[in-house]
Every structure is written in structure tokens, then in C-alpha cells.
């Protein structure tokens, strides 16, 4: 039977998968055919996540979470199924045949977009840091956390798909000042928070802006979980392909 590893880097991505308060690094059951492991952000954290899921026996992993849009067409909400990862110049493999049967399974529900899909190793903060990394890498948006668990997947030999919703457009982008008062898993600093607030470095506006987008993403993650299973949709595909003895190929299939 195939289990499947995925990685959240933030506890309101991870929140959308099992009601729990989850430690990071911390892997926890998420249905008979699914292992969560948060992460917190960053390339790092996410790699051992994953390699962590792989002490636990998965044999398919997950990359499931949030991204900024690198496409002016992409808006908050909207769900990005990656058909490739780029790093550092690199093309990272998605397992195609998945990744296809879960867009055709969630098209009827949500917007989804493929494409490519960026790494970045800090979070974007203006229009121009995003339309130059989608230039360079043609991606349509981009995380900090995929490529990592991309590699893990390839390393070993597994089949890997990452599932991200549009947090911010191209258009509007976390302020670099907040990024002091967000811990790496998401949570917030509240006595930073305010002392942002009161210095006038991050306006109640801006906040407002996020909570909204976070609520439209996370809405759609909520959704893809609902639709798709914890296991999103795996089963038919992978345990099909383990009974032709193709289990432990990887990649564009």
C-alpha cells in the first residue's frame, strides 16, 4: 500500500489536512494512507521534513501549501498543480500522470493552472522580484519549500507532486518589515506586530489584504483535501502502477 509523505511549512497550510496543533518536524497520521510533517519555511526545513517522512516508509510525497504568484493572471485562491520545479537552473521532476489525474478530478471545483513552478529562497516582497523570477525561470508562481521536497522524491526514487494556492498576486506582496514578526511556521509575533503597527512600518490595510488572501488560499486547500482525500487521489494512480511493478519510478512518467 502507498503512503504518502507531505510537507506543510506552515501551520495554517498543515491545518488544512488534520485539525491539530502539530510541532514542526513532528510526523502525525493523517488518514490510513497519509503522514503530515510541518516543516516551517524555507528549503532547509522542508528537506528534512522530507527526509524525515522517508525514516516513516513513505513512497510518494507532497509538497501542499501556499505560493506567490508570478503571473499577473493569478490571483489569491487560484490552485497551481506545478508540472515541473525549477532550482539553481535545474528542472526537478513532478510525476505527471498524478498530478494530471488530480487537476482533471479538481477542475470542476477550482481554477487550476500548471505550468512551472519557481524556487525562491526568500519571500517575494515586491512586483518586481516576482516578475523577474518569472522571467528567468518561466514559472507562473513560486514557494520556498517544493524544490526541496522535489529532491528528496527524485533522490529516492518516488513519485513527488506539489499542490499550492495563490496566498498573494503579482501585484501585492507581504511587506519585507512583517517578515520580522511572522516565526518560520507561520505564527505570529504579536508584541513585534504591534510595535510594526504603531510605527506605522505595516498599516492595518495591508494586514487586512493578507488575512483575506490567506482565507481564499486556504479555502482552496480546505477544498482540494475534501475533494481529492488526504491521500489526493494517489490511490488509483500509484497502487495501479505498483501492480504493473513500475512502483518505485519517479518523475515524468
Partial sequence: MNVIGIVSALKSEATCIVNLRVPVYQVVNAGERARLCLSSMGSNAARGAALKLREFGVNALVSFGVAAAL?????????????????????????????????RLLSTHLTVTGGILASSEMPL????????????????????????????????????????????????????????????????????????????????????????????????????????????????????RDADGNGESAGNM
Fill in 125 to 240: 516582497t515586491s512586483r518586481q522580484e516576482k516578475l523577474a523570477l518569472g522571467e528567468a525561470a518561466g514559472a507562473c508562481a513560486a514557494d520556498m519549500e517544493s524544490a526541496a521536497v522535489a529532491k528528496v522524491a527524485a533522490d529516492a526514487g518516488i513519485p513527488f507532486i506539489a499542490i499550492r494556492a495563490i496566498i498573494d498576486p503579482v501585484d501585492f506582496s507581504p511587506p519585507e518589515a512583517l517578515l520580522g514578526a511572522v516565526y518560520p511556521d507561520g505564527g505570529v509575533d504579536f508584541i513585534r506586530l504591534i510595535t510594526l503597527l504603531v510605527g506605522r512600518s505595516v498599516s492595518i490595510k495591508t494586514l487586512f489584504h493578507l488575512a483575506l488572501a490567506m482565507h481564499a488560499a486556504r479555502a482552496t486547500l480546505t477544498k482540494v483535501v475534501r475533494t481529492a482525500g488526504v491521500a489526493f487521489a494517489s490511490e488509483s494512480i500509484l497502487e495501479s
Fill in 71 to 103: 503571473d499577473d493572471k493569478l490571483i489569491p485562491g487560484d490552485l497551481v498543480l506545478p508540472e515541473s520545479i525549477a532550482a539553481d537552473g535545474e528542472s526537478l521532476p513532478v510525476d505527471l500522470e498524478w498530478r494530471n489525474h488530480l487537476e
